[in-house]
């Protein structure tokens, strides 16, 4: 069983500051997905990473898939309240046509205005 | 709004009894996921349906079942319910399996067991 362990698990900070959180596992995924989700409704997908060692940005988001592809990690700049939900890594691994997908413990992160 | 649907939103039943979830993928989807989300226990993978056929599984247990039918859509069959079974149920769809393929997810039927 593969497991994605998130840090941290919660996470409280002022609009305007950045952050940084982690997804860390032993396992190496064919590639890595984060969400995000609203409290009563679905993840939403922010970025899918394949290559290791790459980086992609999305607006203030920055993601980067570890070299290896076993982590991976997601900075916001200048957090805004409109980033506050449940930040979910998912690491997928993809044989034959078949995929399984593993998701992380989640980073809860508010940003207080 | 993602494209896919699950009714009912909202499920209240009582222990020992069975309940079938439904899942409508977007529009020429092919794989259906389906997903367990409690608040000890994260969002768990169940299985995945891939053109009706049945993929991969993930921590699915033996009460509990889950088809494609011809049409795509799926169904997710839960039988002799326990508390410990109330949760959100989500399913996801994506055209293939390839890892640059989307997965969308729909608004979650959310499971009460009394």
């Known amino acids: 069983t593969q497991l994605l362990e998130q840090s941290p698990q919660f996470l409280s900070i002022q609009e305007g500051e950045n952050l940084t959180v982690y997804c860390n596992s032993s396992?190496?995924?064919?590639?890595l997905q984060w969400y995000r989700q609203e409290p009563g409704e679905g993840p939403v997908l922010l970025v899918t990473v394949v290559t290791g060692g790459e980086v992609k940005k999305l607006k203030r988001l920055t993601f980067q898939f570890g070299d290896a592809r076993k982590d991976s990690s997601l900075h916001i700049t200048a957090a805004q309240p409109g980033d506050t939900g449940l930040y979910l890594c998912?690491?997928?691994?993809?044989?034959?046509?078949?995929?399984?997908?593993?998701f992380g413990t989640g980073t809860k992160l508010q940003v207080i205005p | 709004d993602s494209g896919v649907t699950q009714t009912p939103k909202h499920l209240i039943t009582a222990t020992g009894q069975r309940v079938t979830l439904r899942c409508s993928p977007r529009?020429?989807?092919?794989?259906v996921y389906w997903y367990q989300q409690s608040l000890d226990q994260g969002l768990q993978f169940l299985i995945q349906?891939?053109?009706?056929?049945?993929?991969a599984k993930g921590n699915i247990l033996e009460r509990f079942s889950a088809q494609q039918f011809p049409d795509l859509h799926s169904e997710l069959n839960l039988s002799s319910l326990e508390l410990g079974d109330s949760a959100l149920y989500f399913c996801?769809?994506?055209?293939?399996?390839?890892?640059?393929?989307?997965?969308?997810f729909g608004p979650g039927t959310r499971l009460t067991v009394l």
């Open positions: 529009s020429g989807d092919l794989s």
């Open positions: 396992s190496v995924f064919s590639s």
């Open positions: 349906y891939y053109n009706g056929e049945e993929r």
């Open positions: 998912a690491g997928a691994i993809t044989f034959g046509g078949y995929q399984k997908v593993t």
């Open positions: 996801a769809s994506r055209l293939g399996a390839s890892d640059t393929d989307t997965q969308y």
